[in-house]
């Protein structure tokens, strides 16, 4: 499965020993950003620290409700929001005192007093805007069947706007974009010669020094000028050959090398981690195609770059594959080089080392007659010189020659590790800096960009709003004829998913499970959700009665993942996945348990398993008996003696 990739971010951060005030902060983000539970437990113990008022209180109710029907609580959840009504008739009428008053008259008409619903919904309706809002919002439970009607419209229009604002269709992918890794870059390879090296060339020069003085002084024995002057022309002559020499040999030897890593004979490098080399060379060869250069064809555009594609993928597989980084974070970096390669094309530096490193025609003119005339005034010379004395002109004529010989070859190996190693570090800073500069750039644009968790929250709300109208729109219901109803959001499979630090889990791509419960049964819409794309599918429609639910399994393959399976009498069962594990998901600060819940919370599970649990174990009973679904409907009774109707 594909790793998480968690956001850097600072909103849900909280330490245990924070103030009440900050633990309160934090909870309301959770609550803003489709977290209930662990919005309510952040607000329970800024108020078990002395924080309480009635703001606090008002989005504590809310956290207690959000994502839940009042048939959800626990006993003693409903035993403490009673509680709560007995303070709310101290409080004097800020803004949220109405809230909290109009949300407890609502409470009260529905679990079975006498008061008339249409005090509490124009209490409601009266409230300021923001206020009204979150209730209308988080209570999206609890205002169902026809209690929900006075305020569809309205909530229906907000989702369509809210849907596209904020420039979502241009902002959501940069959610699931992996953040960046800084840039690395290859450290030039050290100088090959070592000191053991330096010293035999050193012992070489002394002995081509000491055989070139002595054959000087045989030289000026013989008294000759002719024999003088050849042998200070052939000293300037060796000059010549040794400069140009080295020089041909240095750039020669440069241009090999380059050479060899662009025409791809350089192998691939090896790793253990297979998965994310792997995933390196397909964004290699994903990006190369993608951006040839312009006019070029793609297939010979791959095929040319072959060389520096393998060259370059392996200095990323090499630089990053001990850090247990995933492929993701480095796409950024292999997109740059890709593009790179082809701006050096389109400029013709592409391949400028061919004439960086090219051997001059004047070096090679240079070299080639220096080294001839040096040989001849040298022959000249030493057969002058051994008129003097054969067997010491002989000795230092050979000391000479071979010291210069091993000398050479030794001084260029040095100088030109030397000189390799300076030009290789002017040029990792050159690659250094450019990829710096693009990766703050990437970095800066993601920051930009990203969209907040509120943003996600708000859009994705608004499209499960879509999703129930067109299911009404279907089902040609109103709210009026829908007793509850419940919205089941699940992850596709292999979809990318992110989340901030301490948040839960977001997917571009979502599976919705819509169930309207009416008199005549349950009513079930599935549509996918692209959600990077603002795209709805509907992709199944099932109408079931009431006694034909058979039974609900809940399975954990993992402590931290869950699924659904629900039984029809006349079918086999459905499989639904609910969330995936977590274990390995999380950073250090984080608990895998926490994690988990969080994205079990967000789905909708418990109030979906509630309402099939009920309906798979009672049937319509099941309706008959709850006074919180029956309050809004009249004659209800005589509705549930009717028989039940044919399954469609």
């Not at 169902?144 to 369509?160: E, M, Q, S």
């Not at 950024?332 to 400029?347: G, P, S, T």
């Not at 049964?521 to 058979?550: C, P």
């Amino acid at each position: 499965m594909q790793a998480d990739e968690i956001h850097n971010s600072t909103v849900y951060q909280v330490l245990p020993d924070a103030p009440p005030e900050e633990k309160y902060k934090v909870g309301i983000a959770y609550l803003r950003d489709g977290v209930p539970s662990r919005a309510r437990e952040l607000i329970d113990e800024a108020r078990a620290h002395g924080y309480d008022n009635a703001e606090v209180r008002f989005h504590w109710v809310l956290a207690m409700l959000s994502k839940r029907s009042y048939r959800d609580l626990t006993p003693d959840e409903r035993q403490r929001l009673a509680s709560e009504v007995h303070w709310c008739d101290d409080l004097s009428g800020s803004k949220w005192a109405r809230s909290l008053s109009a949300i407890y008259d609502l409470l009260d008409y529905l679990i079975g007093t006498d008061k008339d619903p249409e005090h509490a919904l124009t209490q409601l309706a009266d409230l300021p805007s923001p206020q009204r809002g979150q209730v209308i919002h988080h209570l999206d439970l609890v205002l169902t069947g026809g209690l929900k009607d006075r305020f569809w419209a309205d909530i229906r229009r907000h989702a369509k706007e809210t849907r596209t604002s904020h420039d979502r269709q241009n902002r959501v992918w940069a959610y699931f974009e992996p953040s960046p890794i800084r840039p690395r870059t290859r450290q030039p390879t050290p100088a090959t010669s070592t000191t053991r090296d330096r010293v035999r060339t050193g012992f070489a020069t002394i002995a081509a020094a000491l055989g070139a003085g002595y054959l000087a002084k045989a030289v000026i024995l013989t008294a000759q000028p002719l024999p003088i002057v050849a042998y200070l022309a052939a000293l300037a002559l060796a000059c010549f050959a040794i400069r140009s020499g080295l020089q041909w040999h240095y750039l020669s030897g440069r241009l090999a090398e380059h050479e060899r890593r662009y025409a791809g004979r350089n192998g691939t490098t090896e790793t253990s981690d297979q998965g994310f080399a792997a995933g390196v060379t397909r964004q290699f060869e994903y990006y190369f195609n993608r951006y040839p250069p312009k006019g070029m064809d793609r297939t010979h555009w791959t095929k040319t770059t072959a060389g520096i594609r393998s060259w370059l993928r392996n200095e990323i597989v090499d630089l990053y594959r001990e850090s247990r980084v995933p492929a993701g974070r480095v796409k950024w970096l292999v997109r740059f080089l890709a593009r790179d390669v082809r701006d050096k094309w389109h400029k013709g530096e592409l391949f400028e080392y061919r004439e960086r490193y090219q051997v001059t025609l004047s070096v090679k003119v240079i070299c080639t007659l220096s080294t001839m005339a040096f040989l001849g005034l040298v022959s000249y010379t030493v057969s002058a010189a051994l008129e003097t004395e054969l067997l010491a002109t002989v000795a230092a004529t050979l000391a000479m020659l071979f010291g210069t010989a091993y000398a050479l070859h030794g001084w260029s190996d040095i100088i030109g590790e030397r000189r390799r190693g300076a030009e290789d570090l002017l040029e990792r800073e050159r690659v250094h800096k450019a990829r710096e500069d693009e990766y703050q750039r990437w970095k800066d644009k993601l920051d930009a960009v990203r969209p907040s968790e509120t943003e996600m929250e708000t859009w994705l709300t608004a499209d499960k709003t879509i999703v129930v109208e067109r299911a009404l729109h279907h089902y040609r219901l109103a709210w009026r004829d829908v007793l509850t109803h419940a919205v089941l959001q699940t992850p596709v499979k292999n979809s990318k998913h992110a989340r901030v630090r301490g948040g839960p889990r977001r997917y571009a791509k979502y599976d919705i499970r819509l169930f309207l419960i009416t008199l005549d049964g349950v009513r079930e819409l599935g549509t996918s959700i692209d959600f990077e794309h603002m795209a709805l599918t509907d992709i199944e429609r099932n109408n079931f009665r009431f006694d034909a639910v058979s039974s609900v399994y809940v399975a954990t393959p993992t402590d931290l993942s869950c699924d659904l399976e629900l039984t029809l009498m006349n079918g086999e069962p459905r499989g639904i996945h609910i969330t995936d594990p977590t274990s390995d998901q999380t950073t250090p600060d984080e608990s895998p348990d926490v994690v988990a819940q969080m994205n079990l919370d967000v789905t909708g599970f418990t109030h979906t398993l509630h309402i099939l649990e009920g309906i798979a174990a009672e049937g319509k009973r099941w309706i008959e008996r709850d006074p919180y679904l029956t309050k809004p409907l009249e004659g209800l009774a005589d509705e549930l003696n009717r028989p039940e109707p044919v399954e469609r």
